[in-house]
T-cell receptor
């Protein structure tokens, strides 16, 4: 069954701690994305990657880091430098990287709460 | 960079009525405009998209129109049903960029 799997679904963290959100896809997609969703704010791009071992900052990259060591995996680390980390995080992937069109496939999201 | 404005932020209609959600974009080079639907507690999913070489596209009860001159595009849902209740996001993308810029979303509530 193909798709994008995010884990954990819910995560609680104390202030000052780093946390890593997992995103795995078996769709053989080249491009992967991380979005942050806050009420009334839409989907804001954190980081994206078009190929293994390469990634670019999105609009709100400060306080976040990523890696892309494998095509299937694109983990996101929320560091203690992120001032407002409590949010819903969505991972997505897309098949083409040489064009700006094509459907984004989303995971089910990870809800992070900082206590 | 691209900026996408979406209105209204909330929309309540009676079952059977039509619903219209409007978006404007800033980058005249943008040429791809998808719409995503996110039901409560679920992931966003593409429902329809349009490219700048056409002015309108329909898929059953859903249609999207594009006015390149005015730089705006709209989602039209006819004969709304309670299962249409969701948050709808518009987005825009320009050639040479592999990312989408999303609007802030419209929460559509269809009452029986």
């Amino acid at each position: 069954d193909g798709g994008i799997t995010q884990s954990p679904k819910y995560l609680f963290r104390k202030e000052g701690q780093n946390v890593t959100l997992s995103c795995e896809q078996n769709l053989n997609h080249d491009a992967m994305y991380w979005y942050r969703q806050d009420p009334g704010q839409g989907l804001r791009l954190i980081y994206y990657s078009q190929i293994v071992n390469d990634f670019q900052k999105g609009d709100i990259a400060e306080g976040y880091s990523v890696s892309r060591e494998k095509k299937e995996s694109f983990p996101l680390t929320v560091t203690s430098a992120q001032k407002n980390p409590t949010a819903f995080y969505l991972c997505a992937s897309r098949t083409r990287t040489d064009a700006n069109t094509g459907e984004l496939f989303f995971g089910e999201g990870s809800r992070l709460t900082v206590l | 960079g691209e900026n996408v404005e979406q209105h209204p932020s909330t929309l309540s209609v009676q079952e059977g009525d039509s619903a219209v959600i409007k978006c404007t974009y800033s980058d005249s080079a943008s040429n791809y405009f998808p719409w995503y639907k996110q039901e409560l507690g679920k992931r966003p999913q593409l429902i329809i998209d349009i490219r700048s070489n056409v002015g309108e596209k329909k898929d059953q009860r859903i249609a999207v129109t594009l006015n390149k001159t005015a730089k705006h595009f709209s989602l039209h849902i006819t004969e709304t049903q309670p299962e249409d209740s969701a948050v709808y996001f518009c987005a825009a993308s320009s050639p040479g960029y592999s990312t989408l810029t999303f609007g802030k979303g419209t929460m559509l509530l269809v009452s029986p």
